[in-house]
């Protein structure tokens, strides 16, 4: 998850209004499986599969 968030981060530069807008949503759909308890799937698949892994 840390991986896709900083990979969209990383877009602001580039292209900062679709980015930003992309950003908003996964932050949305992550505080949305937060508050429904599913803590360990916090953002769909397809969004994590195209993310690097990501130290912390």
Known sequence: ????LRQAEAELDSDPDSALRELAVMLV?????????????????????????ARD
């Open 29 to 53: 759909t992550i505080s949305e499986s937060y508050a429904a308890g599913k803590y360990t799937a916090l953002l769909p698949e397809d969004q994590l599969a195209q993310a690097h892994a």
């Open 1 to 4: 998850m840390i991986g896709a």
